[in-house]
């Protein structure tokens, strides 16, 4: 055979043959998520169609993360009708409070997403699990309420682009910084309606975490997923999240990629996406005249327990530049408490930061750091959209924890290399 | 299905935030969006629209967020159809599902100019330009997704099925 990894996930949950490129087909899904935006939305469709039930109460994931803790009464409304959804059904993996976390943070390491699966969530982050090997794609609300009752959704089968890596990552550069190359080598609508599929001799020296970063950010290049390998340091990782029966998972040696894109990683600098495309994007040392306001370490792109360590290893024994935020938003409670357990957060406070909870607050403008008009913040979110973290005249510019924390540190946007 | 209005025109990569800014994200309510869509482009932009205008936009029309708000607030805002270059994938699946018509393009969307009037046969895919005397289609649409949309759209397909 000489399929893709995306063809090859595909064709285990679909009755007919995958041809090839183009074909629209129906396929069953291992799992549909919502958060407390979009699953009130899908929930009023899943009543006006007149579903009674889900088609698992064990596969369906209700994640309250976007304007929680709730920021005013209409999303503590939000939340309400979700809880009262997810008890009406006996959905098993509801999250409010003090076990919820950023979704695509939390499910990854609760172990609830593995290689191979289908996830359809309506979020357009879903597409992070790739990074797991798990074909997941954001949808909207509608089409999730028809995944949660009937368990399928339709797929058009998409173009694969293919991503060579080579090299090793340099210091103070992550996955971040190789998906904001990435997305500036494509463009924003460079990979619309495709797959990318990242694969290579530098596959080895990228942690899963990393891959997690670079698969998050696939939809900001327009893919439906972007997928790695499930490769011998993927099951360490599931392993440690609590799974087991998991396996390896490659594309055919044979499959054929129209478009191959190759990354030398060795020759990366470390990267920032300004204003107000991601796709925007230039090397951090030419960017350091440019002064901040605001710096926000967090986010289902780089709120990890590796985004903290790299962030604090910068701010030890440092402080933030006077009159400048430091927000560090870890993404779920147990990347919080890990943070806690190695001093993380210690560091932080002493470098004056603001610690938040687990909470998508300002990525998306929610709350926990809204910019006033003519103020500019550098985050490791994902999206520097005109007003996407407030005022329609304030800037968002994007990076990863390493130009973060040592931008915190002069109130500059600084490559940390030159700090 | 057939619309007529007047042709805005609108950029490259709008965004689901210009149409819909998060901040407006507490309502699933079509109408209570549409007072506010494209507020991330200008707060007051939907002053400027007549219920049944049409947008006519460059590339990657909807790029961004899942939020099905985004097309509910086009509708809301009495917009039936959004002509583009091209549209992001998740939007484009949402804008169906919501029975917001989309017609994609290409280059031909640089034939139309702002406030021309347009006659739209939806189904067929014809855009006429009465302004310009000028005719242009779109690629039909695969099988199935005109079946969802002979039944009225994906609540009432999904609807048909349960009750089968």
Known sequence: MRRTLAEKILQQFCEEEIQGPGQIIQAGVSGVLANDITAPLAIKSFEAMGAESVFDPNRIFLVCDHFTPNKDIASAEQ?????????????????????????HALLPEAGLIGPGDIIVGADSHTCTYGGIGSFATGLGSTDIAAAMVLG???????????????????????????????????????ALYKALEFSGPGLDRLSVEARLTVANMAIEAGAKVGLFPCDQMTLNYLQAAGRTGDRELWPDPEAAYPER????????????????????????????????????????????????????????????????????????????????????????????????????????????????SGERCLATTNRNFKGRMGSLESEVYLSGPSVAAASAVTGRI???NKL | MFFQGKAHKLGAH?????????????????????????????????????????IVADKNFGCGSSREHAPLAILGAGIPVVIAHS???????????????????????????????????ALKGLITDQSKDLTLST??????????????????YVRERLAA
């Open chain 1, 79 to 103: 939340v309400k009708t979700v809880r009262q959804f997810a008890r009406k059904m006996g959905i098993t993996h509801y999250y409010e409070g003090g076990d919820c976390g950023v979704e």
């Open chain 1, 152 to 190: 399928r959704t339709w797929f058009k089968v998409p173009e694969t682009i293919r991503i060579d890596l080579e090299g090793s990552l340099q210091e103070h550069c992550g996955g971040k910084d190789v998906i904001l190359w990435l997305i500036s080598r494509l463009g924003v609508d460079g």
């Open chain 1, 261 to 372: 894109i190759s990354i030398d990683l060795d020759r990366l600098p470390p990267q920032v996406a300004c204003p107000h495309l991601p796709e925007n994007v230039r090397p951090a040392e030419e960017l350091r005249e440019i002064p901040l306001d605001q710096v926000v370490i967090g986010s289902c792109t780089n709120g990890r327990i590796s985004d903290l360590r790299a962030a604090a290893a910068i701010l030890k024994g440092r402080k933030a530049a006077q009159g400048l935020r430091l927000i560090v938003l870890p993404a779920t409670p147990r990347v919080y408490a890990q943070a806690l357990h190695e001093g993380l957060l210690e560091t932080f406070m002493q470098a004056g930061a603001i610690i938040g909870p687990p909470t998508c607050g300002p990525c998306l403008g929610g709350h926990m750091g809204i910019l006033a």
């Open chain 1, 414 to 416: 600084t490559d940390p």
């Open chain 2, 14 to 54: 709008i965004d689901t935030d210009a149409i819909i800014p998060a901040k407006y994200l507490v309502s699933t309510e079509k109408e209570v969006l549409g007072r506010s869509c494209m507020a991330g482009i200008q707060e007051d932009w939907v002053q400027r629209i007549s219920p049944g205008d049409i």
């Open chain 2, 87 to 121: 549209f992001a994938r998740i939007f484009y699946r949402n804008g169906f599902n919501m029975g917001l018509v989309l017609l994609e393009i290409g280059d031909d969307v640089h034939q139309i100019d702002q406030d021309d009037h347009l006659k739209i046969d």
């Open chain 2, 139 to 156: 690629a039909p649409l695969p099988e199935f997704m005109r079946d969802i949309l002979s039944k009225g759209g994906l609540v009432n």
